[in-house]
């Protein structure tokens, strides 16, 4: 969180990578017992803080087992989630000018011009987690699967032809938790290579069948 220092990266983005990976390993870690305290230097900034937390974990009034979701209802929300940016990812993959314009995009220097397009994306990201569509146990059901690391970071619609909905799906996990620690790729590579719009549409083909 310390580029959202005087480097300028935006707090709300910052706040969202550090909780995310801290109920990451919560989520995959369930038996071990830790506190997790954020320093932060005022009150605006433990504001944002909180209502990223309460976006990103929620707020449980209830027993946990009832705000549980089946596994069922996940895959229909994520399901939704590629539905929904499946018209998106084709038209970015289709427009070469965009394309061009997409790899040239940093975390902490956005290309200028197609605003629009940028907060599409935001949003699109936000929803992903929002929906579980950045499943926790990514990695072990990659580990699991003995996926070639070609096909996890450069799918093509032959590679992942013959994979599972859930194999897919942690894939796509994978693309989106790269970027907390390469930022900026997951718009400068898995959107602007069109892996996104192979793994979405891939999806939808495999939960359809």
Not at 47 to 65: N, Q, S
Not at 84 to 107: C, G, P, Q, T, W
Request: charged letters at 30%; glycine letters at 4%; hydrophobic letters at 40%.
């Amino acid at each position: 969180m310390i580029s959202a220092g005087i480097f300028g990266y935006p707090v709300d983005k910052a706040w969202r990578k550090a909780i995310q990976a801290c109920n990451d390993f919560i989520k995959s870690n369930p038996d071990y017992e830790i506190d997790i305290i954020f320093a932060v230097l005022d009150d605006e900034i433990l504001k944002i803080g909180d209502k990223t937390l309460k976006d990103i974990v929620g707020v449980r009034e209830e027993d946990e087992a009832e705000e549980e979701k089946s596994s069922e209802q996940d895959l229909q929300e994520v399901y939704k989630w590629c539905l929904k940016y499946s018209k998106v990812f084709r038209i970015l993959n289709e427009d070469v000018e965009l394309r061009e314009h997409l790899r040239k995009y940093s975390a902490y220097s956005r290309p200028e011009g197609h605003a629009s397009i940028y907060q599409v994306l935001n949003e699109c990201m936000k929803e992903a987690y929002e929906s579980e569509v950045v499943i926790t146990n990514y990695a072990e059901v990659i580990d699991k699967s003995e996926l070639n690391n070609s096909v996890v970071a450069y799918p093509s619609d032959e590679s992942v032809g013959s994979l599972t909905a859930n194999q897919i799906l942690a894939i796509i996990a994978w693309h989106f938790r790269r970027d907390h620690f390469s930022e900026g790729s997951w718009i400068c590579d898995s959107v602007a290579n069109g892996y996104m719009n192979i793994l979405v549409n891939e999806f939808i083909k495999k939960y359809e069948m």
